[in-house]
């Protein structure tokens, strides 16, 4: 392989790794302050995705500016984020918070399946395609080769602000150190005095609008399916296991991981590609069960 | 006169018109055969969820749409058809439990299964144990009738064979100097099938062409950057890819974009499915192929008063045009009823059992939509394939077909008793001197 070519895989395995990232990263803090591994977190994804298209869709119709479908992409997860995710935490998570994993995985999964049908009673079956915000940006000719600006600049710039952005927010704002100290530690963050409610609440809409603003930054370079949810769901697994659950930092190492393992396997053995992120989490977990930045045994008071 | 009575004058002139309707009794059911039953019932497979609902779903529609002017006709020699649906989406083990449940519970009178070759795979022995009527009405697998005899499973269509060999052919003729070929198939065994088929008979009427790549990505990939990248770099002269529905539009979109169509042919053989929401984002020159003779502007059908009236109810029903699981299913009803016919007359007029509409299914022709189709004797349906190459008409907002050639079954399908791969292997040059029906897009 030579440096030209690896340059070319990198380029691919950051645009993907971007989209990764940003759906896994909601997964991770999600998990982190709920404890509960949200099954439904793919249904965010594709509906933060078709959303986005239909946004697209009646702005064109509209005669609009097409500029405006940038700010769509945005305005697409936000309305998935904080409508459908309130709804959710509000409705039926709350109440299962004391009861037992795997309970919590099959509400999870059931609010998934529903969902799953009402993509399909909503948007049909066919295949929808709308790449305006793409086609705007235009291409690149890097190495010989035409990259979209959209793929190649924005989406690992966005995945950068948010990486930067949940750190400073976790770490500089009193909302943010709440969900801190409930990651850390829900009995002693309860017990001084935090309101865990409104802790799990706030961290649920964020990750749901994370995994909605992935799908919306999705939409605009691929066919949108029934079922796009659930292939999304499994790889953002396996990038939350590579990584620890409850990772932020972790989750965009493992992200990186998996998405230049997939680029570099298309050069170097083709075969390989679909297994790529299974491995690399195999590989991880042998060396570290915790995951990447996974810390063993929280002590308990 | 008030606007009160108006309304209701229109609505008692509305009801005198009506009222002859209401009375006259059900259309020819009173010349049914001696013997037949009130209703005939099928079960249809057909993916209603998941990726492949883009084929199940318009087929459903279609099937429905069929069945209804059926019956409207008085149905078949006078009895109604009904069909009951099962969801392929939902699995193999739901197939196949339904599948029983339809024939020993529901007591249908035959079964359409399905679209899914591995579905087929299943079926067709459990078809066999039950003596149950199938007509495999869409899944591609060349194995089934190669592997093993049959006498209550039937093909109404062509299956992966001809398609493939038909799409090298037309790839020959119109392209005969291309040298490097890629190929990006989805990972599963259509994907491995279909590129085995196509790359056995391009190496045995072409020898000197080389393989750049084999890249297979998952199923339901969203992206295909590294594999576009990667194309790229190697520029080979044809890129192949049988994939289908949102994979395949993915992959031609992003490829379209970033320039990777100006540099390669492509040739899509399932790519007829996927035109309409393509739209002009499929550019001019592209190989496409429908799975059998089946594109909603058949040169030979166009014009035909049913053909027509078909393709528009369609449109108004669904919003779209005609694809071809739409045709597969038309071929597997006419050839359902064609079979009851051929049994009636064979039995003297008399309503037929099982065994004697399964004895009239040998040999039987048909057609549904586009051209006839013959059952032979191994059960395997002869169906000609249509290939063309993508040009742009201002009256479509998509991509149509130009250049067009349809193959006869007879020369491109694996002979009786043949396994495909090694017929494949021991084709010669002459079967670039076939002789085609060629043509042109002539516009709306």
Redesign the interface.
């Known amino acids: 392989m030579t440096w030209q070519l690896a340059f070319l895989a990198t380029l691919d395995g950051l645009a993907y790794a971007a989209l990764v990232f940003m759906v896994a990263v909601g997964l991770t803090l999600i998990f982190g302050v709920l404890r509960i591994l949200n099954v439904a977190h793919g249904s965010f994804y594709a509906i933060g995705a078709y959303l986005a298209a239909s946004l697209g869709i009646a702005i064109a119709a509209g005669g609009l500016s097409p500029w405006l479908t940038f700010p769509a992409l945005i305005l697409a997860a936000v309305l998935v984020g904080t409508i459908l995710g309130t709804l959710i935490e509000r409705a039926l998570l709350r109440y299962v918070y004391l009861k037992e994993d795997v309970l919590q995985l099959l509400v999870t999964f059931a609010v998934f399946m529903i969902l799953e049908d009402v993509q399909r009673l909503v948007w049909g079956v066919n295949p929808y395609f709308e790449a305006v915000p793409l086609r705007l940006l235009g291409n690149i000719s890097l190495g010989g080769i035409f990259y979209t600006n959209y793929q190649i600049l924005v989406l690992p710039a966005v995945a950068l602000l948010i990486l930067v952005g949940l750190r400073l927010f976790l770490r500089t704002t009193l909302a943010g150190k709440l969900i801190t100290a409930v990651t850390e530690d829900r009995e002693m963050a309860t017990a001084i005095g935090v309101d865990t409610g409104r802790v799990y609440l706030i961290t649920f809409v964020i990750g749901a609008t994370l995994a909605a603003l992935g799908g919306a930054l999705a939409s605009p370079t691929t066919s949108l399916v029934p079922g796009m949810g659930a292939d999304m769901i499994v790889l953002s697994f396996a990038v939350v296991a590579t990584a620890g659950l409850g990772q932020v930092e972790g989750a965009a190492l493992a992200a990186l991981l998996i998405g230049l393992g997939r680029s570099f396997a298309v050069y170097l053995m083709p075969e390989l590609e679909v297994l790529v992120p299974y491995l690399v989490m195999a590989l991880v977990l042998l060396v570290r069960p915790e995951g990447l930045f996974g810390v063993a045994q929280r002590r308990r008071i | 006169m008030s606007r009160f009575s108006r309304i209701l004058s229109v609505a008692a002139v509305g009801l005198a018109a009506a009222a002859p309707l209401a009375l006259a009794p059900p259309a020819l059911a009173q010349d049914a055969p001696e013997g037949a039953p009130e209703e005939l019932v099928i079960g249809i497979t057909a993916f209603l969820?998941?990726?492949a609902?883009?084929f199940?779903?318009p087929a459903q529609a279609a099937a429905d749409m069929l069945i209804e002017e059926l019956n409207a006709a008085g149905g078949v020699a006078g009895v109604p058809l009904r069909a009951l649906y099962v969801d392929e989406g939902a699995g193999g083990e739901h197939v196949l439990s339904e599948y029983r449940r339809l024939v020993q519970e529901e007591g249908v009178d035959a079964m359409f299964a399905s679209i899914s070759s591995g579905n087929c795979n299943q079926v067709a022995p459990l078809a066999e144990d039950l003596q149950m009527l199938n007509i495999m009405w869409d899944c591609g697998t060349q194995r089934i009738f190669e592997e093993a005899d049959y006498r209550y499973v039937f093909r109404t269509q062509a299956h992966a064979t001809p398609e493939m060999l038909a799409t090298v052919l037309y790839l020959l003729r119109t392209k005969p100097d291309f040298q490097t070929i890629a190929v990006v198939n989805q990972?599963y065994a259509w994907g491995r099938d279909s590129w085995n088929i196509f790359l056995t008979a391009l190496q045995a009427l072409k020898p000197d062409v080389e393989v750049v790549?084999?890249?297979?990505?998952?199923f339901?990939s969203?992206?295909y950057?590294?594999?576009i990248?990667?194309l790229?770099?190697l520029r080979p002269d044809v890129v192949l890819s049988t994939a289908w529905?949102?994979?395949l539009?993915?992959f031609v979109?992003?490829s379209a974009?970033?320039?990777l169509m100006d540099i390669s042919t492509f040739v899509l053989p399932l790519a007829e499915s996927s035109l309409e929401?393509?739209g002009t984002?499929l550019p001019e020159g592209v190989i496409v192929g429908g799975r059998g003779d089946h594109y909603f502007l058949h040169p030979e059908k166009v014009g035909d008063a049913d053909y027509d009236a078909f393709v528009a109810a369609f449109r108004e029903q669904t919003g779209?045009f005609p694809i071809y699981p739409v045709f597969h299913v038309a071929q597997a009803l006419s050839a359902l009823e064609g079979a009851y016919l051929g049994a009636i007359e064979a039995n003297g007029g008399a309503w037929p059992d099982r065994e004697q509409v399964v004895d009239a299914m040998a040999g039987l022709t048909f057609a549904g939509l586009g051209r006839e189709v013959m059952i032979r004797e191994d059960n395997q349906g002869l169906e000609d394939q249509l290939v063309g190459t993508t040009v742009h008409d201002d009256a479509y907002d998509f991509a149509v077909l130009d250049n067009m050639m349809i193959f006869d079954a007879e020369d491109v399908t694996t002979p009786v008793g043949a396994e495909s791969v090694s017929w494949l292997s021991t084709l010669g040059p002459e079967m670039l001197e076939l002789e085609v029906d060629s043509f042109s897009h002539t516009g709306p």
Do not use: C
């Not at chain 2, 790549?213 to 998952?218: K, Q, R, S």
């Open positions: 969820s998941g990726p609902s883009v199940g779903e990972d790549a084999e890249l297979f990505p998952a339901g969203p992206d950057s590294a594999e990248s990667r790229s770099a529905g949102g994979d539009d993915t979109l992003q974009q970033r320039g929401r393509l984002d779209a």
